[in-house]
């Protein structure tokens, strides 16, 4: 069997995970401490009640309500600067902050490539990002030199990842925001006959598009990873999967991805992304991923 492999964020001025455990976590973006639920945290905690207590906002569920709470007021968006580009943090919905840290080994690898590819060649390089959320991978793809298109079913999420450009400068970089269900604009991509030369997606285990399209995993991700297969290029440079749906392993997205290997050599790769503790060796698992790439 292949090597599975394990990929670490780790802490960094703008992010850091200061501890875990009894189904928690504490994190700091840039100097702000955030305390919220993480259900794969299934140990004790390393710090004590007392550093818990320091955290500026906390995320905490009673019965059906759930919502933040800070201990003083706190800017309704902050800056950190996080894998060479700059984000705007906030405390959202359902827990989230707009950025997924552990993402940074995934988002190093892109750049890697299109960088080679750009190195040997004058050809642009295209990009597309499906469930593209607050443009992290976009983003990376963009300052790497590549062209990209970005694609999400939120209207707030993409202006948020168009905010997280302009503030890390990327502004004017080749970058096409879109608004769309990802199922049926890879359905217009074929029809148009465009192409691309690497595809990212990090598709939820359900939601809803911009004009109330439902997405069911179970349902839905075998005939649209066969869709977006038909608008690779014919010297693709890879093909990533992110996973966050509860339930599947990273083995069932990495089966999807062996024709591409046979078809344009290259390997696949799989594993799981985690985020190391700032003051332990313990790594908490933050999600699951299957890549290809070519030669």
Not at 26 to 46: F, I, N, T
Not at 257 to 265: P, S, V
Request: glycine share 10%; net charge neutral; proline share 4%.
């Amino acid at each position: 069997m292949d090597k599975y492999s394990i990929l670490e964020t780790l802490a960094s001025n703008g992010y850091e995970l200061v501890d875990s455990g009894d189904g928690e976590k504490l994190e700091r973006y840039g100097k702000v401490l955030v305390s919220r639920p993480d259900p794969q945290a299934l140990w004790p905690k390393g710090l004590g009640v007392s550093e818990w207590d320091k955290a500026d906002a906390f995320f905490k569920r009673a019965s059906e309500d759930a919502k933040w709470s800070t201990r003083e007021k706190i800017a309704d968006r902050w800056q950190i600067e996080f894998g060479g580009l700059k984000f705007w943090i906030k405390l959202s919905a359902f827990k989230h902050t707009g950025l997924f840290p552990e993402q940074h080994g995934n988002w190093q690898w892109i750049q890697k490539l299109i960088e080679t590819r750009k190195s040997k060649a004058e050809e642009p390089v295209t990009i597309l990002n499906l469930f593209g959320y607050t443009g992290g991978a976009s983003l990376a793809a963009a300052k790497a030199g590549a062209e990209v298109c970005h694609v999400d079913g939120s209207k707030v999420a993409i202006g948020w990842a168009r905010d997280n450009a302009e503030l890390s400068g990327l502004e004017k970089k080749p970058i096409r925001w879109i608004l769309d269900d990802a199922a049926k604009f890879v359905q217009r991509e074929i029809k148009r006959g465009n192409f691309y030369d690497g595809i990212i997606m990090d598709p939820p285990a359900f939601g809803h598009g911009p004009k109330g399209e439902t997405w069911k995993i179970e349902q839905n991700f075998l005939p649209f990873i066969e869709s977006c297969k038909q608008i690779l290029s014919k010297e693709p440079l890879f093909f990533l999967i992110n996973g966050y749906a509860s339930g599947f392993s990273a083995l069932a997205y990495k089966n999807n991805l062996f024709d591409l290997e046979k078809k344009f050599g290259g390997a696949v790769e799989v594993g799981e992304l985690t985020i190391k503790e700032a003051s332990s060796e313990r790594l908490l698992p933050a999600g699951i991923f299957a890549r290809w790439s070519g030669k």
